[in-house]
Structures are given as C-alpha cells and as structure tokens.
C-alpha cells in the first residue's frame, strides 16, 4: 500500500512479538543523511519498544545505498546470531535513471541474501521521486519507514522461530 494512504509508523503493537530474545543488525546508508538516520532512529526506538536490548543491535554505516547487500552480508557473517538484517537508505529520483538500477540491485540482493542464508534482510530504503517525498517518510507527515522495518524485522524474525522451532532459550527438539 502506497505511504500516502498509510502511515508508516502507525501499526498495532499489540499484535508485535517481544524483541527481548532477538537479535538485530542495522546496515546505514550515509548518502541522504538527514534522511536515512532519522529512519535509522525511528527504527532504533521501535526496536527498544518491543524489548530489544541495546547490546543485540549491531550498527554498521555504509557511504551509500549500493553497499547496503554488500554490508548486511558481512555484518550476518561477523554475527551470525543476529535474527534479522535492516537495511536503511534512501534513493532520491534525479534526472537520470541511477535511481532504478540501485533500487532493483538492492532490492534483488537482499532477497537473495535472505532465501540463501536463511534469515531475513529487510528493505528499509526510501524510493522516492523527490526531498520532500523522503522527508515526509523519514518522520514527517506519512510517518516513518524506520519504524516499519523495525516492525517487519521482529516479525520475519519471530516467523523463523515459529517455523523452525528454534526460539531462543530453548534446549533440544
């Protein structure tokens, strides 16, 4: 559903699984920084709501959003207990059409990234067509999408425990 139709920090946390048990892993893009750390802090805060403790975020910057896949694969490797992947960004339309190459690059490789090791990566990168566009998804008027990768993350993450039977904490079958 289209940001404009929905706000993006708006959900019901009553139906979000506790994070206190997971593990996260954060990948920041620096290009659009006013943007990308408001999402960055939007999707911090949601994290902590739901119980996450700060000594299970791991944080990583990048320079831009073409590194997000690149990075996130690293960060799982160095921490291969992390639960999810975030992955924050943003790619402003210009008069060109780099926009569509790294938006479909990194959208394709973190999906690969998630089917191969089995863990989810999330897309957390604004696609908009202008500064405004972004500014009203990063905390202005249609919320935050920070807030909504955090939400995605402890769901997906809650959804492998499920499926696999493997919650933290439990020893055996």
């Known amino acids: 559903m289209a940001s404009a ?4 920090s708006h959900y019901d946390d009553t139906n979000i699984p506790s994070a206190q048990d997971m593990t996260f892993g954060i990948v920041v893009s620096d290009w659009n920084q006013h943007i ?6 939007g999707c911090l ?12 975020i ?5 320079p831009g959003t ?6 996130a694969r690293l960060l799982a490797g160095q921490h291969p207990s992390v639960d999810a992947v975030i992955c924050i960004g943003c790619v402003i339309k210009g008069e060109t059409k780099h926009d569509e190459y790294i938006n479909l690059s990194v959208a394709n490789a973190l999906q ?4 191969a090791m089995s863990k989810p990566f999330i897309f957390g990168v604004l696609t908009p067509n202008t500064e405004e566009q972004a500014l009203d998804r ?13 939400v995605t993350a402890i769901r997906m993450a809650a959804l492998k425990q499920d499926l696999t039977g493997r919650k933290k904490g439990k020893i055996g079958f």
């Open 5 to 8: 139709l929905k706000n993006l």
């Open 36 to 41: 990308t750390h408001a999402l960055y802090e």
């Open 45 to 56: 805060d949601t994290l902590s709501k739901h119980g996450a403790k700060e000594d299970n």
């Open 58 to 62: 791991f944080v990583v910057q990048v």
């Open 66 to 71: 073409f590194e997000l896949p690149a990075a």
């Open 112 to 115: 690969n990234l998630a089917i």
């Open 138 to 150: 990063a905390g202005g008027k249609h919320g935050n999408k920070g807030v909504e990768a955090a």
